[in-house]
Nanobody, 118 residues
Framework: QVQLVESGGGLVQPGESLRLSCAAS????????MGWYRQTPGKQREVVAG???????TYADSVKGRFTISRDDAKYTLYLQMNSLKPEDTAVYFC????????????WGQGTQVTVSS
């Protein structure tokens, strides 16, 4: 059983904010670059933000300046602060190691749904 539990999603209006959390096992989280991904029906999962073990971050162009990824190594928890949300941010959001981007579904958690709609 994969120990990745995403939470914090919900229904918000455009321009509002959400903070996602991902509780991971130490085996997955420790000493690993981690990322937030999102997926919409019929599309491949895409990386939206990544963070290395030294705290270095990367973002997809579509979220740069609006989303902030962070990690708490003591709690094996990954966060994604999402501000100025847009309808096109609507998706199921997942977390995982960046090295697992193409791994099959059994290596992923359930994700958390984010819906941005007026």
């Amino acid at each position: 059983q994969v120990q990745l539990v995403e939470s914090g999603g919900g229904l918000v209006q455009p321009g509002e904010s959400l903070r996602l959390s991902c509780a991971a096992s130490g085996r997955i989280f420790r000493n690993a670059a981690m990322g937030w991904y999102r997926q919409t029906p019929g599309k491949q999962r895409e990386v939206v933000a990544g963070i290395g073990t030294a705290g270095n971050t990367t973002y997809a162009d579509s979220v740069k300046g609006r989303f902030t990824i962070s990690r708490d190594d003591a709690k094996y928890t990954l966060y994604l602060q999402m501000n100025s949300l847009k309808p096109e941010d609507t998706a199921v959001y997942f977390c995982n190691r960046l090295s697992r981007a193409t791994w099959p579904q059994e290596y992923w958690g359930q994700g958390t749904q984010v819906t941005v709609s007026s």
